[in-house]
């Protein structure tokens, strides 16, 4: 690419992003059947559980540099969406039913309460968990979360 002085810049930043890193291996992993999908989820480390969202259109390889680091504090649970990465999905998706897949994730482990963290779309699910089931959260960290008001499933 060339300046309006000739100078030559590269390659423009957003053709030269790092490859989606890969999560470290797992102490377990497999997947629940929630409400007609099965949710993929995988868990590392010990102690306090931290639940890890990722946003819309990703998957839970986004986590692969923070995994590592909390598991050495925390266990880390990091779960695909419904219809992302290696869960699947019936054709219906929604904030209520991303919120009932957490939930059937904290169920099969028997995580009684969690953190949560979340982006984007994970971080509409944390708050919407942390509205309809306050019981099953210790904390919230949402980032980059839109408002919400109530949906059908589409």
């Known amino acids: 690419m060339t300046g309006m002085l000739g100078v030559s810049f590269g390659e423009p930043k957003w053709q030269t992003l790092p ?7 797992a102490t377990q992993n497999g997947f629940v059947p929630v409400s007609g999908a099965e ?38 649970i990091v779960l695909d969406s419904r219809g992302h990465g290696r869960s699947t999905w019936d054709n219906l998706v929604g904030y209520d039913l991303m919120v009932s897949d957490v939930v059937g994730v904290m169920e099969q482990l028997n995580i009684p309460r969690s ?6 779309d994970g971080a509409i699910t944390g708050l919407k968990l942390a509205m309809l089931h306050p019981e099953r959260v210790s904390g919230d960290s949402p980032s980059g979360q ?5 949906e059908p499933s589409i």
């Open 39 to 76: 949710i993929w989820y995988s868990v590392y480390g010990t102690g306090e559980p931290i639940i890890m969202l990722h946003g819309g259109l990703a998957n839970s390889d986004y986590w692969g540099r923070q995994v590592p680091e909390l598991a050495k504090f925390y266990q880390v």
């Open 19 to 25: 490859d989606t890193p890969a999560l470290p291996a």
């Open 115 to 120: 953190a949560i963290v979340g982006w984007s």
């Open 146 to 150: 839109t408002a919400t008001r109530p």
